[in-house]
């Protein structure tokens, strides 16, 4: 777990301010045990989780892939080689949408904008050094413009089988 006890109270009330807008629909799905708080959906992203990506084409068509997903200080975070279409999308449009889903056990989704991480900006180094240890190997190396990437999230919930 790397999220400070603010951190996990942020998202939580992210989360509340997430649910208070959703549809009638949605909250019937993710109601009462279903709902996930902030500190169970910390607990539930250790390690790596697969991202399902959505981005926006110039032409306002969306387009979706999978990136790693590493959950981090209360938000995702996940790179990609700068040559990419999703690299392309985010850097001309940086709203996207995250969903982690797990078949019937688990769902996180969120909305949100992509920030790319520069050395020296507070998330780069904790980022890259999160991302060294899991993988045994500096993320930067692996390509000649390996981007990596915050979500700056607007809205945020997630469910659990019941």
């Keep these: 777990m790397y ?19 959703a549809t009638a629909h949605l909250n019937d799905i993710i109601s009462g045990d279903r709902s996930l708080s902030a500190a169970q959906i910390v607990e539930a992203t250790e390690g790596m989780k697969v991202l399902s990506l959505a ?17 981090l200080h209360g938000t995702w975070t996940f790179g990609t080689d700068g040559a990419s279409a999703k690299a392309r999308h985010i850097a001309a449009r940086p709203s996207i949408s995250v969903a982690h889903v797990d078949g019937e056990r688990l769902g996180l989704f969120a909305h949100g904008r992509a920030v790319r991480l520069h050395p020296g900006d507070g998330w780069f180094e904790p980022t890259i050094a999160h991302w060294t240890s899991h993988y ?27």
């Design 55 to 71: 981005t926006v084409t110039a032409h306002g068509e969306p387009r979706v892939s999978a990136v790693d997903g590493h959950f």
């Design 136 to 162: 045994g190997s500096d993320p930067t190396t692996w390509g000649d413009d390996i981007r990596m990437y915050r979500l700056e999230p607007t809205w945020f919930v997630g469910y659990r089988a019941a």
């Design 3 to 21: 999220e400070t006890p603010e951190q996990v109270e942020a998202l939580q009330r992210l989360i509340d301010a997430s649910r208070a807008k």
